[in-house]
């Protein structure tokens, strides 16, 4: 009868074990290529920050993208910075690519700046009520320009 009993038991156990091991090994296999990819360009992505992001609800692609074209021109951006920023609202694109554009015209700008100007856009404000560096807003706004008429042609 006991015997009986933890068969009837078991049987519900396995497959919900199963059915938690079957979500785990489809997790890690969509986590995998992501974090090959970080590890080849040196970025220090772990699996434990990419689980973060996901329970946040953050993607991590376009972090790990926005990352790697930073660091491929030389601009040192933590994860955690870029996670704030989307998770903010912003334009990690936006941001990235005005960030890369700013060093290529040596206009000092800063990523705190880079995300308040971006941010404030994102409310209807204009890069100039934020910034009086008049390079920084004509940069902002041709960035932003250059965004909204590619993504008009989609």
Known sequence: MLKEALVTLAMPIAIAVGI??????????????ILWRARANGVNLSLRRLIGMTLRKVQAKPILENII?????????????????????????????VLIEA??????????????IDLAMGLGS???????????VELFTSVALEASLTTRKK
């Open 103 to 116: 060093k290529a015209r040596n206009i000092p700008l800063t990523w705190m700046t880079a995300c308040a």
């Open 69 to 97: 074209r930073a660091r491929q021109v030389g601009i040192p951006i933590a994860i955690q910075d870029l996670e704030n920023q989307m998770l903010a609202g912003g334009n990690i694109d936006r941001v990235v690519t």
């Open 20 to 33: 938690i091991a079957l979500c785990l090994l489809v997790f890690l296999a969509s986590c995998l290529p």
């Open 126 to 136: 204009t890069a100039s009520q934020i910034c009086r560096d008049p390079r920084v």
